[in-house]
Each structure stands twice: as structure tokens, then as C-alpha cells.
């Protein structure tokens, strides 16, 4: 059984349609609720809070498969930058990726197995910045351009995960 983790969006939780939707799939999975969107709180005020819990959770084990939506995916592409040899592979559903805390000065380029999965219909999240930018970290990165919105809902449950995740 590989380690993996659902690391949900701003304003979700790990108990939103997609952590309940991979608890199916993956029964071991984990779903944490990471530190609340507040408006009043500063956006990398709170990506640091959440990067600690992260930090906390990914510490325990070794070789996680990472599952990181919207806000969540910049989570999980910064740890994947800053710790490659502790991810067996990265999912990055919708992710925000254009942010200040994740320019190409900060980071070099990991060798880490990517796959996206990216709305055309994004009104939230425009899949071309994102595209570019993971494109300098990830050189082993599959973009997959769907025709669904930021949410992905169609597109999640048409996922065949045990493929993408094998040996789970």
C-alpha cells in the first residue's frame, strides 16, 4: 500500500466531493482539513500555516503520491520542489501554480512524475499560466487539457485512479 494524500483546495476541506470521492477508491488515503480560508488572513500567511501541517503530516512516512487541487496543488508542487525524493508521483488537479512563492529563482527543476489534469472551461485558474509554469519544474509532465471547469468533477470521476496509481 503506497502513502497518498488529498490535499484540498482554498475555501475546501478534506471532506469536499473529491476527498470523499478518493476515500472510495483509496480507503487508506488521507484527507486532512488544513487550516480554514479566512479572508482577513494574508493568502501566504495562510499557504505557510498549511504548509506546516503538510510538513507535519509527510514527515511520519516515506514515498507519498500526492493529490493537490487548486490551492492544493500549489501545496503539493512546492513540497515536490522542495523534497523530491520523498514523492513517488504528483497529481495536480486545476492547480494554482502562478504565485509568488513559486517562482523559477526559488526552485530548480525536479525529475518527479507530474500529471495534470486542467479545465479548458477554468474560469478561476487559467490553465495556460499554469501550464507554463509547470513546465520549468517538471520536466516528466503529462498536461492533460479536459473540457470541464475549475472543479473537475466530470473529469475526476472519469479518472481511471488505479491506473494512475498503481500498486495501491
Known sequence: ????IFIHGLESSGRGFKGRFFKTIFPDILTPDFKEFDPNIKMYDLLGARMDELNSILEKKKKWVLIGSSFGGLMGTVYTLKNPDNVIRLILLAPFLVSRKLKPSFYKAVDV????????KDNV????????????????L???????DHFLHKTVKSINWKELIPNT
Not at 512524475?113 to 479548458?120: A, N, S, Y
Not at 485558474?125 to 516528466?140: I, W
Open 142 to 148: 503529462e498536461f492533460n487539457l479536459v473540457d470541464d
Open 125 to 140: 485558474v487559467r490553465y495556460k499560466p499554469s501550464l507554463e509554469r509547470a513546465k520549468m519544474f517538471f520536466p516528466n
Open 113 to 120: 512524475p507530474v500529471t495534470i489534469f486542467h479545465g479548458e
Open 1 to 4: 500500500m503506497q502513502n497518498i
